[in-house]
């Protein structure tokens, strides 16, 4: 099955690389199928619905923005300084990425839940309070969606060649202006992976706001929490709320076009 | 006057490097040596992109790295430009605001910037590509990008680590005509004889981390310190205008080539080449020429040979040879070379040597 | 290589991976394993059962515990089970309009009421059930039987509930107030433990919930067996145990 010139690619590679992609379209048809496309935007139209959309894009939109502002500074500290501590950083900042996000919920809840020792203060110092609120939804979607902003940074900045930098250090720029004028244009499309990546990510976090933010229908009850709720009370609206965002999910990758960590 | 003293050491990956060099006050050094030998490592010494162990650096007279006084300026901070190898020209800027660079730098509007730029476009020929960007460059044109940028920044000293080394031949000449015009003191590592022969008088020679001769090219070729110096500088370079099969000679001289060219040349040959006959000689060779013996320096079993005809020229035979010539300081010969033997590059103008 | 010799190295490599997958799905349906749901207010309750039917029958139980509502939609979707036990009638109403229960098996086997629970040191004062008004509250979510229990019982009282958070399950419920993070909540009697402290509601018995069992469609026949032990005297004492009420 190899074609004129191309790299021959065995052919049990084929026959494996079908039946993964078998393996991972089949449940979108199946939600295709069940979709019922007629009524999908008199569905999405409702109250409640339309609640949950807005909540999702401001919780998404708002987490990636934080992600960009503490992120940045943090992938590039782990691709460029040799600092012994960094190591242990770096596992922990991807954590989130591996864990279980009920699990990472759980953690938040009790570092800066009402009770939570970070949290306690925040109450009686600020009365600032996270759980069932939009913050702390923000909160839950940022602490999932970091890992992936600091990695494509991390990565894009530890491929940047190192002469561009120092060419602009020889021409009499500052390190603060070489960050900005050279560093961070060569890796822009880093950035906008990244930020693409975390906001994806931040719209489809369930169990870490569930657990730290709770369900509360005016200001927690994101789109996925809206789904769990509706697969119980009312399958056709859960079935339109999966179709939807698989929609927005795929129109964030398709826009992406493989640009994944920066590489081009 | 532009000097640098340099007496230190520093390490990179595990691969150690002492440098002891002074430049008094030449305008236009080489740095030359195998590859791997710390050619790059000194220019980024004193660029202040590789900090020094132990030892001390001094830029005109001011110190700008000394570990042991915790004295360490920072590359922005020096008035020296490094240019790495490819240029290290931005690709997210166009070929105008690469150049006015330095001047954004300095906390210049882009306005004035601009204008300041004009006449280094204009100098560098780069007017009418001035809003392209750099990958849409030739590598030739890139490199003048490069070189003007770095002469933007109106450096002290200019650190060029083997400027032509991924340029075809016309582009080469071209950065070395530029190269010539320039005021700045230069500090080139090359890895191209004929660039240290045309474009410096100071030669830094480094082997395995260490400077292991400096001097005048005169001095180097004639004594050098290492086989690997001998065999780099082992090279005659001689310009004039070809016309077809022949070259005259800046001195007056033909030589016979051994293809077509035309215009103002460079003509180039090692030192191994040149036959030394105590007659005038007959045979194939078309070039042959009178000189007489200048200078005589034992090399083992060769013998250097400095001949003073109507151009000057070094000549390499073996010991055994020499015996048999029987000739000596003054004696005067007949020397003779084959067409086929002499390398020939265009160059933009007659070079007056 | 041709692709036919590619696959057949493939199929030689893979006798084992199949042998291993064979003996894995047939674990998950052993001889003696009786597949019961139960709500989750049932969890220790029917632990205990399970563990006192199989030493009496040597039938082991396979127990899945989860949210009433959420186990109807399994059944309802064609989940594999015997038994299933849950936390209010409506829900196995909707089971039974489904035809996927044996109706001739349904009983009532246990009761249950909602009680007002609040942090140990109680931090916002809350006295009774018209204190949840104003204060920082979790309620099961409405489509689960404790959070339409807790709905029923706040429109008696005429108290409006504005939670906080609608929780999945009533043991999330009871985390949050373990946990301090919400002041106070409605969660059953039986799920009251050593962490949290309890308000009773007055009346609130009356309005109990009655937690009907029933076997499945085409189940094993031991899903009598299991029914009526849990039915049985047996039975009852370890759901009296866990403070579950007797069934009228």
């Known amino acids: 099955m190899t074609g004129r010139g191309s790299k021959s690619i065995p052919s049990l590679l084929w026959a494996g690389a079908f039946v993964t992609s078998l393996f991972l379209i089949v449940p979108f048809i199946g939600l295709s199928?069940?979709?019922?496309?007629?009524?999908?935007?008199?569905?999405?139209?409702?109250?409640?619905?339309?609640?949950?959309?807005?909540?999702?894009?401001?919780?998404a939109t708002s987490a990636t923005?934080?992600?960009?502002?503490?992120?940045?500074?943090?992938?590039?500290?782990?691709?460029?300084?040799?600092?012994?501590?960094?190591?242990?950083?770096?596992?922990?900042?991807?954590l989130p990425m591996v864990l279980p996000p009920v699990a990472g919920g759980t953690a938040l809840l009790f570092a800066l839940g009402r009770k939570g020792f970070i949290g306690e203060k925040l109450d009686s110092w600020l009365g600032i309070t996270l759980p069932f609120t939009t913050a702390g939804a923000i909160v839950a979607a940022t602490f999932v969606s970091l890992p992936f902003f600091v990695l494509a940074i991390e990565t894009a900045a530890s491929q940047l060649d190192p002469q561009f930098e120092e060419s602009s250090l020889s021409l009499g720029a500052t390190p603060t202006r070489t960050f900005f004028t050279t560093s961070l244009p060569m890796v822009k499309s880093a950035i906008f992976a990244g930020i693409a990546l975390s906001w994806a990510r931040a719209l489809g976090e369930f169990g870490a706001t569930i657990t730290f933010a709770g369900d509360n229908p005016e200001r927690t009850r994101t789109l996925p929490l809206q789904l769990?709720?509706?697969?119980?009370?009312?399958?056709?609206r859960a079935v339109v709320l999966g179709m939807l965002m698989v929609v927005i999910s795929l129109s964030v990758l398709v826009a992406l076009r493989g640009r994944w960590i920066g590489t081009q | 006057m532009n000097t640098v003293q340099l007496l230190g050491s520093t390490n990179l990956e595990e691969k150690s490097f002492e440098f002891s060099l002074n430049t008094n006050s030449n305008k236009s050094i080489s740095i030359i040596g195998p590859n791997g030998a710390g050619k790059s490592t000194l220019l980024r010494v004193i660029g202040g992109h590789q900090p020094l162990e132990t030892g001390t650096l001094k830029v005109n007279g001011a110190?700008?790295?000394?570990?042991?006084?915790?004295?360490?300026?920072?590359?922005?901070?020096?008035?020296?430009?490094?240019?790495?190898?490819?240029?290290?020209?931005?690709?997210?800027?166009?070929?105008?605001?690469?150049?006015?660079?330095?001047?954004?730098?300095?906390?210049?509007?882009?306005?004035?910037?601009?204008?300041?730029?004009?006449?280094?476009?204009?100098?560098f020929n780069l007017q009418a590509i001035q809003t392209r960007f750099p990958h849409s460059l030739s590598g030739g044109q890139r490199a003048r990008v490069a070189l003007a940028r770095s002469v933007a920044s109106n450096p002290d000293f200019l650190?060029?680590?083997?400027?032509?080394?991924?340029?075809?031949?016309?582009?080469?000449?071209?950065?070395?005509q530029h190269l010539r015009r320039l005021k700045t003191t230069l500090f080139i590592a090359t890895h191209n004889p004929v660039e240290t022969?045309?474009?410096?008088?100071?030669?830094?020679?480094?082997?395995?981390?260490?400077?292991?001769?400096?001097?005048n090219l005169k001095e180097l070729t004639s004594k050098p310190a290492t086989p690997w110096i001998s065999k780099f500088l082992d090279l005659n370079l001689v310009s004039g205008k070809a016309t077809g099969y022949s070259v005259e000679l800046n001195s007056g001289e033909r030589l016979h080539l051994p293809r077509k060219h035309f215009g103002p040349v460079q003509v180039s040959f090692p030192s191994s080449a040149i036959a030394i006959h105590t007659e005038q000689p007959t045979g194939s060779p078309r070039n042959r020429w009178e000189a007489t013996v200048s200078s005589l320096d034992t090399d083992g079993d060769l013998v250097r040979i400095g001949l003073n005809g109507s151009f000057f020229s070094r000549a390499t035979i073996t010991d055994t040879s020499f015996k048999e010539l029987g000739i000596e300081l003054g004696t005067h010969c007949w020397a003779s070379i084959k067409a086929t033997e002499l390398m020939v590059l265009p160059s933009m103008d007659p070079d007056k040597k | 290589m041709s692709?036919?010799?590619?696959l057949r190295c493939f199929s030689r490599l893979n006798t084992p991976l199949a042998v291993f997958l064979f003996l894995s799905l047939s674990c998950g349906l052993s001889e003696n394993s009786l597949h019961v749901m139960a709500a989750s207010s049932l969890t220790e309750a029917f632990e205990e059962i399970a563990e006192e039917f199989k030493k009496e029958t040597q039938f082991e139980i396979s127990l899945t515990i989860a949210g009433s509502a959420s186990l109807a939609s399994q059944i309802e979707d064609g989940a594999k089970v015997d038994v299933v036990a849950l936390a209010?009638?409506?829900?196995?109403?909707?089971?039974?309009?489904?035809?996927?229960?044996?109706?001739?098996?349904?009983?009532?086997?246990?009761?249950?009421?909602?009680?007002?629970?609040?942090?140990?040191?109680?931090?916002?004062?809350?006295e009774n059930i018209r204190d949840l008004e104003g204060s920082v509250s979790a309620i099961c979510a409405p489509q689960v039987p404790c959070g339409k229990l807790s709905f029923q019982l706040a429109t008696r009282e005429n108290v409006d509930l504005n939670p906080s958070s609608f929780e999945p399950s009533v043991r999330s419920v009871r985390t949050k107030i373990e946990l301090g993070e919400v002041d106070a909540g409605l969660i059953y009697i039986t799920d009251v433990n050593s962490r949290i402290n309890f308000i009773s509601i007055d009346q609130s018995e009356q309005l109990k919930t009655n937690y009907p069992i029933a076997a499945i469609q085409d189940g094993r026949i031991e899903s009598t067996e299991f029914i009526e032990f849990v039915l049985s005297p047996a039975g009852q004492r370890i759901l009296e145990k866990y403070g579950f009420g007797v069934p009228s």
């Not at chain 2, 060029?160 to 031949?169: G, K, N, T």
């Open chain 1, 33 to 59: 199928q069940r979709t019922p496309w007629s009524m999908f935007f008199q569905i999405i139209s409702e109250d409640d619905v339309v609640q949950s959309i807005t909540l999702s894009l401001v919780v």
């Open chain 3, 88 to 126: 209010d009638e409506e829900t196995m109403r909707r089971l039974v309009g489904t035809r996927r229960i044996e109706q001739e098996s349904l009983r009532i086997f246990a009761t249950n009421y909602l009680v007002l629970a609040t942090p140990l040191e109680n931090p916002g004062s809350v």
């Open chain 2, 63 to 123: 110190l700008v790295d000394s570990p042991n006084e915790k004295i360490f300026i920072p590359p922005h901070k020096r008035h020296v430009v490094l240019q790495h190898q490819n240029g290290g020209v931005f690709p997210h800027l166009s070929v105008q605001d690469n150049i006015a660079f330095p001047f954004r730098s300095r906390k210049c509007s882009k306005r004035k910037a601009r204008l300041h730029i004009s006449g280094i476009l204009e100098e």
């Open chain 2, 159 to 176: 650190l060029l680590d083997e400027p032509c080394a991924s340029l075809d031949v016309e582009a080469t000449v071209e950065i070395h």
């Open chain 1, 228 to 236: 769990f709720v509706a697969l119980e009370t009312n399958p056709e």
């Open chain 3, 3 to 6: 692709t036919f010799q590619n």
């Open chain 1, 65 to 94: 923005i934080i992600c960009f502002l503490l992120g940045l500074p943090l992938g590039w500290v782990l691709a460029r300084s040799q600092a012994r501590g960094l190591k242990v950083i770096r596992a922990i900042v991807l």
């Open chain 2, 197 to 215: 022969m045309k474009l410096t008088n100071y030669i830094i020679a480094i082997e395995q981390g260490k400077i292991v001769q400096q001097g």
